[in-house]
């Protein structure tokens, strides 16, 4: 047995270890302290003194929120104030078009902006998902429509609620565009159209357009945010039908015979011809192994004698006419048609208007690298070969012819236009003027327009495609009007495309138009 003393001594040194292994811990608790806090002084003096102003502008930022106010977007009215688009609630893209797929190229439609489009242009800063206007009226006028938006910057506490207004930007609502059509006639135009390829524009006579209907259309109210992506979506593949292409500024086409009004003015105001002038109707012209023949020979087998040129606008002459083109030459026709608007932009405010294309000698040598030849003078001298024009410019030409003037053309109903004399004696207006009447009145052309009253002033025309070489596909229709005859207030101008005569089917278009707005007027 070990002693009492014993005991004693190995109690101590056992307490002596245990003692030693405490302060080994406590040393490496307090070293572990040690190193922990001069870790975070050395983050707080780094935060505090080394990124103080990084951290107190994120700190003001976190407190502080910009709160966007959009502005309202001006409406847009037809001449007589009625609304032909208006807004639905809130939302950016809450758009209502009220005449639907009637005015679609008209009035145009808006979608969002991508991602790829961010930007500013003209004043107008754009964000990801703005709504702003694709095409028609709405593009054009974005910038009016639109507005400027607006804001309010504001503090926030830390449960999100308003301490104070830090600043205020009022939106400034957009402006309201009236527009010179009368949404009535638009609608009877686009009805007596309906799913026909083609294109019809009125215009009063100082240029303003009074209705503009390009078919087939679609409903503007698909972009809206309501829209239905399946249908729009089959929309826009559809490469056939061209939903999208406003033929009546931005499709081209041989204007055929009612470009003789352009030859017509030629020959007068050249002198080549007065009202007393005969040419022989032949029935056909032939030059080598070209021919060149008139309608009324190649259907019937007759011919007309010796004809003036009312008689020869009455009846769409193409012997009298080849024989004038020749008298005049190409340059003179050239002329004549660029004074009278063809070749060149109308200015009238839509995106992507076409030239057309009026043919001249230089052109075709740099184009093909032949010279002319008589027989493009004939062709261009009854509105065929490479001569191209849109609806619009056919209806300006009109215009001039009746009236003597070549007008810009304006959808604006404050806007001023301007008007060009250009010249043509009143005598041989006249003379042009009574060939189109005759051209409505029994005998003519224009046999939809024989019963109709008041009488009418208007030419027809069937035209071939552009180099077109086979009988399988239609002429493109047209007819032009002057109404009412006397004292004409508007030209109407129908091209029905691929759709064959222009008596049998463009004809009846423009009079069941005509007729359904007299009983508006």
């Known amino acids: 047995m070990l002693s009492s003393q014993g005991k004693r001594l190995g109690y101590a040194k056992n307490e002596s270890a245990d003692a030693h292994r405490m302060r080994v811990r406590v040393r490496i608790v307090n070293l572990l302290m040690l190193v922990m806090g001069v870790g975070v002084l050395s983050r707080m003096l780094f935060l505090t003194v080394f990124e103080r102003g990084k951290y107190h502008l994120k700190s003001e930022n976190n407190n502080i929120e910009h ?39 008209l009035l145009g439609y808006m979608s969002q902006v991508r991602e790829d489009e961010l930007g500013c242009e003209y004043g107008l800063c754009y964000y990801l998902g703005d709504w702003t206007g694709r095409t028609g009226v709405e593009k054009v006028y974005e910038s009016r429509l639109k507005g400027r938006d607006g804001g309010k910057v504001v503090e926030l506490d830390v449960k999100g609620a308003t301490v104070r207004e830090l600043g205020v930007n009022e939106a400034e609502q957009g402006t309201d565009v009236t527009l010179s059509i009368n949404s009535e006639l638009q609608r009877i135009v686009a009805e007596a159209v309906g799913e026909r390829k083609g294109g019809v524009v009125a215009l009063d006579m100082q240029g303003k357009v009074m209705a503009l ?42 204007p055929g015979s009612v470009f003789k009004l352009v030859t017509a003015y030629a020959g007068l105001e050249s002198g080549e011809i007065d009202q007393e002038t005969l040419i022989e109707d032949t029935g056909e012209i ?3 192994q070209y021919r060149y023949g008139n309608w009324y020979f190649d259907q019937y087998g007759k011919t007309e004698g010796e004809i003036n040129l009312e008689r020869a606008l009455a009846r769409s002459n193409d012997i009298f006419f080849y024989r004038l083109g020749e008298k005049v030459g190409v340059d003179e026709i050239v002329s004549w048609a660029s004074k009278m608007g063809l070749g060149e932009r109308t200015g009238i405010e839509l995106p992507g208007e076409s030239e ?12 093909t690298g032949e010279r002319w030849f008589l027989g493009n003078t004939y062709h261009l001298s009854i509105g065929q070969g490479d001569l191209t024009a849109t609806p619009l410019q056919i209806a300006r030409m009109t215009l001039a012819a009746v009236s003597g003037r070549r007008c810009q053309v304006s959808l604006l109903q404050d806007s001023e236009v301007e008007c060009v004399d250009l010249g043509i004696s009143s005598k041989n207006i006249e003379i042009v003027k009574s060939g189109m009447r005759a051209a409505c009145a029994t005998g003519g052309t224009a046999f939809s327009f024989f019963e109709f009253g008041p009488y009418v002033l208007c030419k027809t025309g069937t035209a071939q495609h552009a180099g077109q070489t086979s009988d399988e596909v239609l002429p493109h229709a047209w007819i032009t009007v002057a109404y009412p005859g006397d004292n004409p207030e508007m030209i109407l101008t129908v091209m029905l495309d691929s759709a064959g005569e222009g008596s049998y089917e463009a004809g009846p278009v423009a009079k069941e138009i005509l007729g359904r707005w007299q009983e508006v007027e």
Do not use: C
């Open 67 to 105: 709160i966007r106010q959009y502005a309202s977007r001006g409406v847009i009215l037809d001449q007589l104030g009625r609304k032909m688009v208006e807004n639905t609630g809130d939302e950016r893209g809450g758009r209502k078009y009220l005449l639907g797929e009637q005015a679609a190229h």
């Open 356 to 367: 057309g294309l009026v043919p001249t000698r230089l052109w075709k040598e740099r184009t």
């Open 286 to 288: 032939v030059i080598d």
């Open 213 to 254: 209907y390009s078919g087939p259309s679609y409903d503007p109210n698909l972009f809206t945010v309501q829209s239905d992506e399946v249908e729009k979506q089959a929309l826009l593949r559809d490469k056939e039908s061209e939903y999208f292409l406003n033929r009546v500024t931005s499709g081209v086409y041989a």
